[in-house]
Structures are given as C-alpha cells and as structure tokens.
C-alpha cells in the first residue's frame, strides 16, 4: 500500500474521532446540519477526505441523511431508545453469560469500573462515560466474536449519542452504576452464568427505564448530579 493511502487513511481516521467526541460532548445540537464543505474548511483538508469521515458517522447512526438539509445530527425518540436497549440486552447478557461459563473476566473491565469510580470522586462526568463505554466494550470484545463487537460498536455509538443529550438530566449515580457493574463482573470471575447474564439484563433495564421516563422531561435542581450516566 502507498505511503500516500496510509496517510489518507490516518487523516480520516482523525477527522472522524474529532467530530465524533464533539456531536457527543453535544457541541452540536440534535437536528443540526453538518456539512462537508464545512468540515473541510474548518480541519483544512480536502471534501472527499471530509466526506470520507462523514460517511462513517452516518453508518455508525450518529449522523443522518435528511433530503435538502443533507447530514443532520441524528435525534433519538424513545422507539428508537426502546430499540437500542432492547439489542443491547440480548447481545451483552449472551455475552456475560459466555464469559461466566469461561469464568473469563477481562482486566480491562475490571481498570474501566475503577476508572469510572475515581472519575465520579472528581465529579468528571465526560471520563465518567467513556469509562463506562469501554467497560461495556472490553466485555464483548473479550467474547471474541468479531461479528458481534463491530455490531455492539454501532450500538454504543447510538447510546453513546443518547447519553450525551441527556447528561444534564443526570439519571443515575455514577457511584450506583459502578457498583451494578461490580456485581456483574463479580458474577463472570465467579463463574455464575445466570446471575451475570440477569444482573446485566437488569442493569440495562433500568438506564433504560430511566432514560425512557425522563427523555423529554426537563430537568429538575433535584437531579443535578455532576457524575452521572446510564
């Protein structure tokens, strides 16, 4: 392969994680246009390489194709919140049960839920949330079907997206979503496939119930909680 696609590749590659933390930091509101003149101007590059970024956001349905307006920060309705919880459940209880019966239990998993406590101690909502991520990520990769983690990626992007609307609403303790994902983790090191596979069903109902209660409610002084997530 030439230097010249190599280098290409990387500046795509870079492109992409840069919009991609700023429409989930929310620095572009829901509904909002992005354009490929305009992240071509604003990264100096050229409009085939911004379309190339762009193109992947769209498959990963953070942006969407919206007739004249062209590419539009995707807004999530409470279907499609329904919709993502319901293939997170079935895909990553499968996935704690397999791990358990391995008694497989990653280390990165284990680092990602300390991480997640340090965070919620300095009240760092943004490492809050990737910490939760990866945890997520480290459990199904360590499954080690490829199929299965490029699917749960695709999902975690739309979460990831969800999350990020709804932050300011602060839906859970970061401290209570850590100790759910202590008693899974826990589970899978024991070895207890039908408690890690329920204790991960219930974690996801529940971001998911919250999230569904509260969507499009406005927020309250009462749930003002710096470190919090699904």
Known sequence: MADH???TRSVVDAVEDELRDQLLRGEVDAGDGVTEVGVAARFKIGRPTAKAALDRLVNDGILIRNGRRGLIVRVLSDHDIAELYESRIVLESHVAAVLAA???????????????????????????VASDVQLHHAL????????????????????HLC??????????????????????LDAIAAGDATAASDLTRDHLERARDKLLATMFEAPTDEDADPAATR
Do not use: C, F, K, Y
């Open 102 to 128: 391995q008694q497989h239990l990653p280390e990165s998993a284990t680092l990602q839920n300390d991480l997640l406590r340090l965070a919620a101690n300095r009240n760092d909502a943004s490492v809050v």
């Open 140 to 159: 199904v990769q360590a499954h080690g079907n490829g199929r299965m983690t490029r699917m749960h990626s695709t999902l975690m992007a739309e979460a």
């Open 5 to 7: 696609e190599l280098r």
């Open 163 to 184: 999350m990020a609307r709804v932050q300011a609403r602060q839906l859970l303790r970061a401290e209570q979503i850590a100790d759910e994902h202590a008693t899974i």
